[in-house]
């Protein structure tokens, strides 16, 4: 029985305050987080409160027209706001480096912005284009996620395992997911559907996060630790996996959750596909190749640490790395709200990266 409507609401805008699900306390319990500023809608992004690609890029551009409307409310003409807004997205800009969605969101209400104010528009005038737009990239996330769910399901035999990582579900997103929203989508075409979730250390979204969304929405989900993706692809029990991106260079090398790449590997060793699927929000035209993909590196701290309980020796280091990258070779197609794009992707990107 689900806790939440469906799509989930992620993002959401109250009175001029941005209202998050906080995920770092899921699946213990259910709670919210209320930004009311920009450095607390920043640590939210930080701490992962708000996380997963599409759904930070949709925080974002919710997070400039909440700048706009703080800055009216400190008074100045709209030159000296424009100013403010942003200072406020060089703040956001700067929270985590890898998932393109948070720029391409930024850019879109900030460019916006800066062309009303141009044209002469009015504080509240442009305070309220910016929330429309802010809006709108979320809806759109929730249509595009559903387009390539439906591209995705048809990938699917009409009763399936699927083997996934990290969180890119309805909580990853706008509500519905990308490689969750797959299963949806399978799950809505009366497909039967199985599916095994690597845990993801260290911050375990696998585990808490994708685990307690199928759940929720009543699907079959077994958590397996990470190293045991191996085992369940020999032993021939998963039909397809399925991942999100961060971002997807232009030549198809894609950025995912740390420990994305191995899986890749696995798959390609068992003869099973691999496919990432992603909206076009994902995709970087501006990026040549995943070598240029700035990959954020986490606080020590998350890998020294099990929840309170430090499980390494003082003396030990840890390195913390939050993505890596899958070469475009080990991808067997990109699942997107234009349809399945196969090798080979220098050609079948081209309407992704159109933008
Ligand atoms: O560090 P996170 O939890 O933000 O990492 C999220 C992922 O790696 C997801 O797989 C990715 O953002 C795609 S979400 C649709």
Redesign the pocket.
């Known amino acids: 029985m689900s806790s939440l409507p469906f799509p989930f609401p992620v993002v959401a805008w109250d009175e001029g305050e941005i209202v998050l699900i906080d995920q770092t306390v899921l699946p213990d319990r259910l709670d919210w987080r209320r930004c009311s500023d920009i450095p607390a809608l920043c640590r939210a992004i930080v701490e992962?409160a708000v996380?997963?690609?599409?759904?930070?890029g949709v925080a974002a551009a919710h997070g400039l027209a909440m700048s706009w409307r703080l800055a009216t409310v400190s008074g100045g003409d709209t030159t000296q706001m424009l100013e403010c807004l942003e200072n406020d997205r060089r703040l956001l800009a700067a929270t985590?480096p890898t998932?393109v969605n948070l720029f391409w969101a930024l850019d879109r209400v900030g460019s916006l912005a800066r062309s009303l104010v141009a044209d002469g528009n009015s504080a509240d005038q442009i305070g309220s284009a910016l929330l429309t737009e802010a809006r709108r990239i979320l809806d759109e996330d929730v249509a595009m996620c559903r387009a390539l769910g439906r591209a995705g399901a048809q990938l699917l035999p009409d009763s399936a395992t699927v083997l996934t990582?990290?969180?890119?579900?309805g909580l990853?997103?706008g509500g519905y997911?990308?490689?969750v929203g797959v299963i949806y989508s399978a799950r809505e075409a009366g497909k039967n559907i199985r599916v095994f979730a690597d845990e993801t250390r260290p911050?375990l979204?696998g585990a808490r996060l994708t685990a307690w969304e199928l759940a929720d929405q009543g699907i079959d989900v077994t958590v397996i630790c990470d190293s045991a993706a191996a085992t369940v692809l020999r032993q021939g029990r998963i039909d397809a996996v399925i991942?999100?991106?961060?971002r997807i260079a232009a030549n198809g090398d894609a950025a995912?959750?740390i420990g994305t790449y191995p899986l890749a590997v696995l798959a390609a060793r068992h003869d099973v596909p691999f496919y990432i699927a992603?909206p076009a929000s994902?995709f970087d035209p501006d990026t040549a190749t995943g070598g240029e993909i700035v990959i954020e590196e986490r606080d020590p701290a998350e890998v020294h640490r099990w929840g309170e309980i430090r499980v390494t020796p003082e003396a030990a280091a840890a390195w913390n790395p939050?993505?890596d990258v899958t070469p475009a070779e080990l991808i067997t197609a990109f699942i997107t709200e234009h349809g399945v794009l196969r090798p080979a992707f220098t050609e079948s990107l081209g309407p992704v990266l159109a933008r």
């Open positions: 992962l996380r997963g690609a599409p759904a930070i985590r998932a990582h990290c969180n890119a579900g990853a997103t997911g990308t490689a911050l979204q991942t999100g991106a961060d995912n959750k992603a994902t939050a993505f």
